[in-house]
């Protein structure tokens, strides 16, 4: 046996693991003076706007709302533009040659277009004489009165700042198609010359 034994080397206690909870992550290490910044992560997109009704006019689409003058500028403008146009044709009379220039289809073909008449039509019918104007062009008199009607829709819309709203179905436009076809082979025929201009 060694007369000088050594002492033994300290052991570390051990402690016990204890259900502290979930463990801390550590703090993240500092960025080096020539190391770049972290860049966030981008923030979640904004959900998209759900798409209005078919049919829905372009200003409908503006969620600012316009002042009174700012909104009856189209449907003034339109209006102003239509009024000149009828003007113009109430002072210089179509049935006169060398005014206005010949229906291309017609000069053609001589055959009658659904719009053929429509600038005698609108000379009876700016003058008051309403069935002048519907032998020259029924269809072109029907029109000004959808014309009128959709006018006022859209003054007293803009002038209460709600958008009017005239949505068709497509069997509406296919109907007025189908009237339009019908009406132009009818006026060419013999049967139909009270439709021919």
């Known amino acids: 046996m060694d007369p000088n034994p050594s002492p033994p080397a300290p052991t570390q206690p051990t402690v016990p693991a204890t259900p502290s909870g979930p463990a801390r992550p550590s703090p993240p290490a500092a ?11 981008d923030p979640a997109p904004a959900p998209a706007a759900l798409p209005l009704p078919y049919g829905t006019p372009p200003w409908a689409y503006k969620s600012v709302p ?18 000149a146009a009828f003007a113009y044709v109430g002072t210089i009379d179509p049935n006169e040659p060398g005014h206005y ?11 009658l277009c659904p719009g053929c008449g429509g600038l005698r039509s609108a000379h009876a019918f700016i003058h008051g ?18 014309f009128a009607v959709a006018m ?18 497509p069997v509406w436009w296919w ?13 060419n025929l013999p049967f139909g010359s009270a439709l021919a201009p």
């Open 31 to 41: 960025p080096s003076a020539g190391a770049a910044a972290p860049v966030p992560p």
């Open 66 to 83: 316009r002042s009174l003058p700012r909104r009856l500028a189209p449907p003034l403008g339109i209006l102003a533009g239509v009024a």
């Open 152 to 169: 006022v829709f859209w003054l007293v819309g803009a002038v209460r700042g709600r958008p009017a709203r005239i949505t068709l179905r």
């Open 175 to 187: 109907s007025a198609g189908v009237v339009l076809a019908l009406f132009s082979i009818v006026r």
């Open 101 to 111: 220039p010949v229906c291309p289809l017609f000069r053609l073909t001589g055959l």
């Open 129 to 146: 004489d309403l069935p002048t104007a519907l032998g020259a062009n029924a269809v072109a008199v029907a029109g000004y009165a959808v």
